[in-house]
């Protein structure tokens, strides 16, 4: 007959031809759309981090640099002889003791000595700040704000420096810096790989290649994609009963005298790396898990035909392909545990330090706990300098997550190489 089809009348399936197309059209768009937004929403997020990182400060002087030498307006147009004469004779007694035991003012370079005067002489105060796109367009704004405060003057700065990095914690946030947060978040970090990585890829060996499928150990499985959903928070809990407390004599470092902080009580790098640790362990035990499920069956029989072990089939053939996919999992869940903060403010990591962790057993705090103190504070310009760390800690985790996927794609590639 004609117009018919062995599927149907020509009509009827080229109608459903079409709806297919539809449908098939609609979804792309719908995929597209999904897509703008997200992209749209991660650069609202870091143009208004961006924003506050970059802009114009108004501040005013408590001995304005006139009144030290006079003609020169600001510190930098002092010559080396003018610097060294207001350090002598203008510091305290006490900061120029401390200042020469450090370093000998006659010694120090013109940066230095520029610093040392307007910290300790001119000691400029933040009145307000502007973000970088309130400086572009309201510049009548300032000025109009400059006008209602004599004596003050705006400076166009960016609260992400050098300095900045490399400075320690102080209530000046024109002085303050990250580096203490910093070198805590980084010991931390250290700790929960260290103990996170080998105790989760170990428990996921065993639930994939050696437990029987009981039902203790469907349980036990049910279990660990339970706990990879538990509040952050509940974990702090956790390490404040078992590792602050509990395990007060190890974390605290008193069964090593030569380690010992009496001010620490437990609450010590140690502590918080074990309990981010208890917090990605999950995660890694899933990830891993996974990546070895994705091994075909095929190559494990083909190791046992050769007359290898169980153990030198997982070591030699079934942990070298999944690698790659292993270390993926490690990546996300050291991310989170970097960005955390909920579980070290629990276990009593501190807010204000301004003492560099030394090791293990220190008092420590964190990048996204000085985050949260300093965008706590009322004053406009502890914002800019949260802002500020959190470029510095969106730049920390873009570097940890290039090297170790520049690790894994060499591993992986030494893989496809040597098959």
């Known amino acids: 007959m004609s117009g018919m089809h062995a599927f149907g009348k020509a009509q009827d399936i080229a109608a459903l031809m079409n709806r297919r197309r539809a449908n098939a059209v609609a979804w792309n768009l719908v995929f597209i759309l999904s897509t703008a937004l997200a992209v749209l929403f991660l650069l609202l997020l870091v143009c208004s981090i961006v924003d506050s990182v970059f802009g114009y400060a108004v501040l005013t002087d408590e001995i304005e640099p006139s009144a030290l030498v006079p003609a020169k307006s600001s510190v930098g147009d002092f010559s080396r002889q003018e610097l060294e004469e207001v350090a002598l004779t203008r510091l305290s007694s006490g900061v120029l003791r401390r200042v020469e035991h450090e370093k000998p003012i006659a010694q120090r370079s013109d940066k230095d000595l520029r610093d040392l005067v307007e910290h300790y002489v001119v000691k400029p105060k933040v009145l307000r700040t502007w973000g970088f796109w309130d400086s572009l367009t309201k510049r009548a704004e300032v000025s109009a704000f400059i006008a209602r405060n004599p004596g003050s003057y705006a400076s166009f700065r960016s609260w992400l420096t050098p300095s900045f990095i490399v400075s320690d914690q102080s209530a000046d946030p024109l002085r303050a810096g990250i580096r203490t947060a910093l070198l805590g978040s980084l010991w931390i970090i250290m700790i929960t790989f260290l103990f996170a990585f080998p105790v989760g890829v170990g428990a996921a060996i065993y639930l994939q290649e050696y437990a029987l499928d009981t039902r203790l150990n469907r349980i036990l499985k049910l279990n660990i994609f339970n706990l990879s959903a538990v509040p952050s928070i509940i974990y702090g809990l956790l390490g404040l009963a078992v590792f602050v407390r509990a395990m007060e004599p190890f974390t605290s470092g008193a069964l090593f005298r030569s380690f010992t902080d009496n001010t620490a009580n437990g609450r010590t790098i140690v502590s918080g790396g074990l309990t981010l640790g208890l917090l990605v362990l999950p995660i ?136």
Not at 335 to 358: K, M, N
């Open 284 to 419: 890694i035990i899933i990830n891993t898990q996974e990546a070895l499920k994705a091994v075909p069956d095929s190559l494990r029989m083909s190791a046992y035909g050769v007359g290898a072990t169980k153990w030198q089939t997982i070591w030699y053939q079934v942990l070298p392909v999944s690698v790659d996919r292993i270390l993926t999992g490690t990546i996300l869940a050291l991310s989170r545990a970097l960005g955390e903060t909920a579980p070290l403010v629990v276990i009593g990591a501190s807010t204000f330090i301004s003492v560099d962790p030394s090791g293990i057993f220190s008092k420590f705090t964190t990048l996204p706990i000085q985050i949260y103190q300093w965008s706590a504070r009322p004053q406009g310009a502890y914002r800019n300098i949260a802002a500020a760390a959190i470029v510095s800690l969106m730049i920390l985790l873009l570097l940890m997550n290039s090297v170790a996927i520049h690790t894994r794609d060499k591993i992986a590639k030494k893989k496809r190489l040597e098959s």
